[in-house]
Nanobody
């Protein structure tokens, strides 16, 4: 039911800012208790969780990317966006938006399930 669609430029120059937007349908990005996340996968490498904006607007980022990452939302458009500053060739990747479903307890442990994903969009950093 929930659908996510990434959009934004496929090519970004080094040192500039990568900007992507995820448009969500079938669910409200303000509905508790979901989070809305950005995940990327460089060629030949694994998935890397970048960060999340929760239903209440709070944000959390990967420590390795926190200094140059910003996630924000436009609730009127049911969209959330990613900005990654000062990009270089190592930021070339397929970028995905996804919905996080938190779970857990003190006994079980805590985590998230990523049940819904966008199709992904390729972003290349090159001059």
């Amino acid at each position: 039911q929930v659908q996510l669609q990434e959009s934004g430029p496929g090519l970004v120059k080094p040192s500039q800012t990568l900007s992507l937007t995820c448009t969500v349908s079938g669910a409200s990005i303000t509905s508790s208790y979901y989070g809305w996340s950005w995940i990327r996968q460089p060629p030949g490498k694994g998935l890397e969780w970048m960060g999340v904006i929760m239903y209440d607007g709070s944000t959390y980022y990967s420590p390795s990317l926190k200094s140059r990452t910003s996630i924000f939302r436009d609730t009127s458009k049911n969209q959330f966006s990613l900005q990654l500053m000062s990009v270089n060739s190592e930021d070339t990747a397929a970028y995905y938006c996804a919905r996080e479903e938190p779970w857990g307890s003190d006994a079980q442990g805590w985590g998230s399930t990523f049940g819904s994903w966008g199709q992904g969009t390729q972003v290349t950093v090159s001059s």
